[in-house]
């Protein structure tokens, strides 16, 4: 007895039916962790920029605290409102004295460190940036 050709082929199409599901279900997952990939580096890209604008702020409170109150001394703070909320922020300043004819400048070096998260975490980051200012017209 022979196997006609008809016989021999039961079954193909649920083959095919359940490798195109296979495939369609990895794309899915793909598709799935790029989501989450590309939203968790657009979070990071905004917190990034917060700590930016946090350090940034605390140039200008150390510029302020140097040029009008007359104070170089560091200080370290913590933002509790707003968009800046949970940034711990501190500024250091180094101040030198340069003799120009008759008069005196002093020369502020000002550094600011802005973190948020712990370090190490997923959600950590940070920024430090540095300015000078002068306190000559």
Do not use: W
């Amino acid at each position: 007895m022979s196997v006609s050709p008809v016989n021999r082929q039961h079954g193909v199409a649920l083959m095919a039916a359940l490798f195109l599901l296979v495939v369609l279900a990895a794309l899915a997952l793909v598709a799935v962790k790029l989501s989450v990939v590309q939203h968790h580096t657009v979070s990071l890209s905004m917190q990034s920029a917060r700590a930016f604008q946090a350090a940034q702020s605390a140039i200008e409170y150390g510029a302020y605290r140097a040029l009008v109150a007359g104070s170089c001394a560091p200080a370290a703070f913590t933002y509790g409102e707003g968009g800046l909320a949970g940034f711990d922020v501190s500024v250091t300043c180094t101040s030198t004295a340069h003799g120009e004819g008759a008069g005196v400048t002093n020369v502020f070096a000002l550094q600011a460190f802005a973190s948020y998260g712990a370090y190490g975490s997923p959600d950590y980051v940070s920024r430090r940036i540095q300015a000078t200012v002068t306190d000559s017209l």
